[in-house]
């Protein structure tokens, strides 16, 4: 039972432009969603989060939308640069837990 | 920057040997987490402790799974008979209260099992 969803295994994109990074979830006991990057042969790093009580926050470059009605939030990088490069995991949890459910992840690749 | 630190980085063993893999968690963290990664899946929750015990566990953590506090620095994880579906990469993770859901986590061993 796949509770969080990323639906695409991969996304390639060039230097400058933006990087949507999808998710998908089917638990409505989540509120607080977060991405993490992973490098290979690291562990996976905190990028942004998201709480239910919104549906944007902004860090920067990254940003994260949130569309509560539709179970959906995705994760915009603009713009993207070559280490950018990595697996994208969306991440959710439940009020109180800091236990996190994630997707299968999204490998972005960045070329110049 | 403080991190989570895993040992060994990477372990093989036998089928039906016993692993131990380590962990350092960040000094002020009190909530500790394993969550593992098979290849080419997701990322899925074991196990977390606080307080010197058990918290949540995952059904993945039957058995043949234990996690202790042996000191004030370690954590480690205990696979009693490995079996090759044991086969991940084992992440180690921290914060400093249930609250925050910001996990920090550790760059994982890798356990293959024969």
């Known amino acids: 039972d796949q509770q969080v969803k990323q639906n695409s295994p991969s996304l390639s994109v060039q230097e400058g432009r933006i990087s949507i990074l999808n998710c998908d979830y089917t638990?409505?006991?989540?509120?607080?969603f977060l991405w993490y990057k992973k490098y290979p042969a690291e562990g996976p790093t905190f990028l942004i989060s998201?709480?239910?009580?919104?549906d944007k926050n902004e860090d920067g470059r990254f940003t994260v939308f949130l569309n509560k009605s539709a179970k959906h939030l995705s994760l915009h990088i603009v713009p993207s640069q070559p280490g950018d490069s990595a697996v994208y995991f969306c991440?959710?949890?439940?009020?109180?837990?800091?236990?996190?459910?994630f997707g299968k992840g999204t490998m972005l690749l960045v070329s110049p | 920057e403080p991190e989570v630190t895993q040992t060994p980085s990477h372990q093989v063993t036998q089928m039906g040997q016993e692993v131990i893999l380590r962990c350092v968690p960040i000094?002020?963290?009190?909530?500790f987490y394993w969550y593992r990664q098979i290849l080419g899946q997701k990322v899925e929750f074991l196990v977390s402790?606080?307080?010197?015990?058990?918290?949540?566990k995952s059904e993945i953590f039957d058995d043949q799974f234990s996690v202790e506090r042996p000191d004030g620095s370690n954590f480690t994880l205990k696979i009693r008979s490995t079996k090759l579906e044991d086969s991940a990469m084992y992440f180690c993770a921290s914060n400093r209260d249930s609250g925050a859901n910001v996990l920090t986590f550790g760059a994982g061993s890798r356990l293959t099992v024969l």
């Open positions: 638990n409505s006991m989540f509120d607080y």
């Open positions: 998201i709480s239910s009580i919104k």
């Open positions: 402790f606080y307080n010197n015990e058990i918290s949540e």
């Open positions: 991440a959710a949890s439940g009020s109180g837990y800091s236990t996190l459910t």
């Open positions: 000094s002020n963290h009190l909530y």
